[in-house]
């Protein structure tokens, strides 16, 4: 599986925008960009997915580069609780498929 | 979406003993996955499930120590045998599920603490 490096950690103040940067530079064709997010004391629930274009949805926004090799999950406006370990994980779209996860990295929001 | 519900959400067991855990889906998925996830650490993926055949296991994981069942499409359990404070995690169980997004559900963990 390809590999993702991510900070281990990033503060942000509330209602502010948050950038969190993902590294997959030997991502292949057909790896999607996922994000993932786990909130204290429960499981990991879905961000957002892209593969080459720019994505959003009700949640974050997905930046992804033009050569693929990085990508940038955005929260628009901080809440306290968005605080929370983010993954970015590589994966084919496939329903069978397994997710791997990285360390991820720890989001403080800061009142 | 997927529902996903685990059973014990929390247990401490004694060492040398054995606990299942079961996942129990709101709707039929062909794969099933369990994850642990160490104190303070990510989560790593045991073994992938498939209704009617064994369980496939990553590296490190073995039949042995984490059996698994997948009777039909909705329920899964996963034992930890012969257990040790090594043992102490949250394991999770996870399901693909299709929708407007393919995306992967998660249950909400079964915390396991062995002394």
């Known amino acids: 599986d390809a590999k993702t490096t991510q900070p281990n950690s990033m503060e942000s103040n509330e209602e502010e925008p948050v950038h969190l940067p993902c590294n997959h530079s030997?991502?292949?064709?057909?790896?999607?960009i996922h994000w993932y997010r786990q909130l204290p004391s429960q499981g990991p629930e879905y961000v957002i997915h892209?593969?080459?274009s720019n994505v959003n949805n009700r949640m974050a926004s997905l930046a992804i580069a033009e050569d693929r090799k990085s990508s940038t999950l955005i929260l628009h406006r901080a809440t306290l609780r968005d605080a929370a370990v983010y993954y970015c994980?590589?994966?084919?779209?496939?329903?069978?498929?397994?997710?791997?996860f990285g360390k991820g990295t720890r989001l403080h929001i800061l009142p | 979406s997927a529902v996903i519900s685990q059973k014990p959400s929390r247990d401490i067991c004694q060492r040398g003993t054995s606990l299942t855990i079961q996942c129990q889906v709101d709707?039929?998925?062909?794969?099933m996955f369990w994850y642990r996830q160490q104190p303070g650490q990510s989560l790593t993926l045991i073994a992938t499930?498939?209704?009617?055949?064994?369980?496939?296991?990553e590296s490190g994981f073995v039949i042995d120590k984490f059996p698994i069942s997948r009777p039909n499409l909705t329920f899964s359990t996963l034992t930890v045998s012969n257990m040790s404070p090594e043992d102490s995690s949250i394991y999770l169980c996870?399901?693909?599920?299709?929708?407007?997004?393919?995306?992967?559900?998660f249950g909400p963990g079964t915390r396991l603490t062995v002394l």
């Open positions: 996870s399901v693909w599920t299709s929708g407007r997004t393919d995306t992967q559900y």
């Open positions: 030997t991502i292949s064709g057909t790896d999607y």
């Open positions: 892209g593969l080459t």
């Open positions: 994980i590589l994966s084919v779209v496939n329903r069978d498929d397994k997710i791997i």
């Open positions: 709707s039929q998925v062909t794969m």
């Open positions: 499930a498939n209704q009617g055949s064994e369980a496939t296991y």
